[in-house]
C-alpha cells in the first residue's frame, strides 16, 4: 500500500520525522480540544456580531428617541461603528484558525490511519474492513458536526430576519414623526432583506437535515453489522458482512455527496 505523504504535515510541526505512532492518540485528542475551544470562541463571535450589533443598532435608533439626545445618539453610532468592524476582524482570524486547525487534525488522522493499515498488511482485507467500521464513528460524528454547523447559520439568519423585521416596523414608525429616522429604517429593511434572500439561496435548513440524515444511517450501519440485524442476519461469517458493511457504507456516503451537490445546484439555478 502506497503511504499518504506527510511532507506538508512535517514540514508546519505538526509531526516530526521521528513521531511516534502511540503518540498519536494524544496528539489528536489534543488538537480535538484546541478545536473546540476555537469553534465554541468563533461561535460567542458570530453572536457578538449578528444579534448583538443588531440589539445595538436598535439601541441607537431608540435611544436617541427616548432621552432625546444628539449626544447620545453619537456615541451610540460610534460604538456601532466600532463593534461591528472589531467583532468583524475578530471573526474572520478566528475562522481562519479554526480552519488551520481542522487541516492539523485531519492531517494527523490521515497519517495515523495509513499508519496502522500498513501494519495490517495488504493481505489482511477483514482487518481493513474492521478497521474501516471503527473510524466510523469519527465520521458519524463530522456529519452530525457539518447539521449543526448548517443549523446555527440558518438559526443566525432566521434571527436576522425576524428581529430585524420588528425593528424595521418600529423605526418606520417612529420615522413617521422623526423624519430623520427614514435612513435607518431603509438600511435595516435593506438588511432584513438580503438576510432572507441569503437564507432561500444557502438553503441551510435542507443541507443540515441532510447530513444528519447520513449520520443517522451510517450509525445504523455500525450498530446492524456487529449485532448482525437486518441485512446482516443473512451473513455466517465476518469476511462476507463486512464485505457488504464497506459497500453500504460507500453507497450511503456517496448518496449524501450527490445529496448535497443538488442542494447547492438547486439554489444556483433558482
Not at 511532507?7 to 498519536?24: A, E, F, H, K, M
Not at 489534543?30 to 445595538?56: D, I
Request: some cysteine.
Amino acid at each position: 500500500m502506497e503511504r499518504l505523504s506527510t511532507t506538508g504535515i512535517v514540514g508546519s510541526g505538526v509531526l516530526s520525522d521521528d513521531t511516534n505512532p502511540r503518540d498519536w492518540e494524544r496528539r489528536i485528542a489534543e488538537r480535538s480540544e484546541q478545536l473546540y475551544r476555537l469553534k465554541l470562541l468563533r461561535k460567542l463571535l458570530v453572536v457578538w456580531l449578528f444579534p448583538g450589533n443588531l440589539l445595538l443598532a436598535a439601541a441607537v435608533v431608540v435611544g436617541p428617541v427616548l432621552w432625546r439626545s444628539g449626544l447620545l445618539a453619537a456615541v451610540l453610532a460610534g460604538a456601532l461603528v466600532a463593534s461591528v468592524a472589531i467583532s468583524g476582524r475578530l471573526l474572520y482570524r478566528e475562522h481562519l484558525a479554526v480552519r488551520g486547525a481542522e487541516s492539523e487534525l485531519r492531517a494527523l488522522e490521515c497519517a495515523n490511519r495509513e499508519e496502522l493499515l500498513d501494519e495490517l498488511g495488504s493481505g489482511d482485507l477483514l482487518g481493513a474492513q474492521r478497521y474501516y467500521r471503527a473510524q466510523l464513528p469519527d465520521i458519524i460524528e463530522r456529519h452530525r458536526s457539518e447539521a449543526r454547523r448548517d443549523r446555527w447559520k440558518e438559526n443566525i439568519l432566521q434571527v436576522a430576519i425576524i428581529g430585524g423585521s420588528i425593528i424595521a416596523a418600529t423605526v418606520t414608525a417612529v420615522a413617521m414623526s422623526i423624519v430623520e429616522f427614514g435612513w435607518a429604517a431603509v438600511g435595516i429593511s435593506l438588511l432584513v432583506a438580503v438576510s432572507a434572500a441569503f437564507s432561500g439561496y444557502a438553503k441551510y435548513r435542507e443541507r443540515a437535515l441532510g447530513w444528519q440524515q447520513a449520520a443517522d444511517a451510517l450509525e445504523r450501519e455500525y450498530q446492524s453489522v456487529e449485532l448482525r440485524a437486518g441485512r446482516y442476519r443473512r451473513f455466517d461469517n465476518d469476511d462476507e458482512a463486512y464485505a457488504e458493511f464497506a459497500d453500504t457504507v460507500e453507497a450511503l456516503r456517496n448518496e449524501q455527496v450527490q445529496r448535497l451537490r443538488s442542494t447547492v445546484s438547486g439554489a444556483i439555478g433558482q
